[in-house]
């Protein structure tokens, strides 16, 4: 009887069906409600209220985001990059506007630098658990980081607050100030670059990032040589590098100008090719502890859906 049970619960981790289907299984099994809400929205003509109102529990009084939004940053905390994950879903959900992001500028108000710039960690209680490569200090300062991917956002939702513009004025100042860049900063100045209103400007930094990006190696161009030889992994919290998928999350982004159409599609390949047999996508980053690594997944497994349907790969 104990092995037919096993045998049972074997089968319901091996989903099959189109790569949708078997991601949905994964989602249902494993993700949190936030997640199911972002994958019903999505793949299900899912109800964007109910995935504002799922957002909602991670909203604190001082207008932030807290309660483990980022799986990295444990805690019910704000911090600056919990903002950048909840900017992201109000923005899919069509809901990046009005008076709740106008609280939310409210608070990236309180926590900036004099010149706009938000901090990667903000101070927090002691005891609040987070991943070993954020800072443990009291103090943080600002950078490109969490900047980028904020204020890109509010500009691709046409957003306009008193803060936004020296928040803008620094990411510029940051963009045009890289020369060694690591994947993150690269992949937050290009979430910048993709939205703010100077299009000429930003398409010319684009570019010089784009070249940046390519001397130094920062993109694995062929899955299959290059992460044998280890290009595109310069961080140590990194397992299988970057990808050009992950600098081109869509045809519309700059980002997209650097590669060819053949890295692209040796990128997509290989992405199609990452889903793992339980129906979800890989954490890629070394796991520091089991809660962060068990969310991650889900929130991975929608965005390598959305980023093969934003190029036509087929996952239904």
């Not at 956002?153 to 936004?164: Q, S, Y």
């Not at 793992?276 to 089991?290: C, E, K, N, V, Y």
Request: charged residues 25%; glycine residues 10%.
């Amino acid at each position: 009887m104990a092995g037919h049970v096993a045998g049972r619960n074997e089968t319901a981790e091996r989903p099959v069906g189109s790569a949708l289907e078997r991601a949905g299984h994964f989602v249902w099994l494993t993700a949190r409600v936030l997640e199911q809400r972002r994958f019903a929205l999505h793949f299900l003509d899912g109800d964007a209220d109910a995935l504002e109102t799922a957002l909602l529990a991670y909203r604190n009084e001082d207008d932030g985001y807290g309660h483990a939004l980022d799986p990295d940053l444990r805690g019910p905390s704000s911090q600056p990059l919990h903002a950048v994950h909840a900017l992201r879903l109000l923005d899919e959900a069509g809901r990046c506007g009005g008076q709740r992001v106008e609280r939310l500028c409210r608070y990236l108000t309180a926590v900036s630098t004099p010149d706009g710039a938000l901090p990667v960690v903000s101070p927090t209680p002691p005891g609040h658990p987070r991943a070993p490569w954020f800072p443990a200090t009291d103090r943080s300062s600002g950078g490109l980081l969490a900047t980028g991917p904020v204020v890109g956002a509010l500009h691709g939702n046409g957003v306009w607050h008193a803060w936004l513009f020296r928040a803008t004025d620094c990411c510029w100042a940051a963009v045009d100030a890289l020369e060694k860049p690591h994947p993150g900063e690269a992949l937050a100045a290009l979430a910048f670059l993709d939205s703010v209103p100077d299009r000429a400007r930003a398409e010319a930094a684009a570019a010089r990032l784009g070249r940046l990006v390519r001397d130094q190696g920062l993109a694995v161009l062929d899955p299959g040589r290059d992460r044998a030889t280890g290009v595109g992994t310069p961080r140590e919290d990194t397992e299988e590098g970057f990808f050009a998928y992950d600098f081109a999350r869509s045809p519309e982004s700059l980002g997209r100008r650097w590669f060819s159409d053949a890295e692209i599609d040796r990128s997509l390949d290989f992405l199609t090719g990452s889903q793992q047999p339980d129906g979800g996508w890989p954490l890629r980053r070394r796991p520091w502890a089991a809660a962060p690594r068990m969310e991650w997944r889900p929130v991975l497994t929608i965005e390598a859906l959305l980023t093969l349907r934003a190029y036509g790969r087929p996952i239904a």
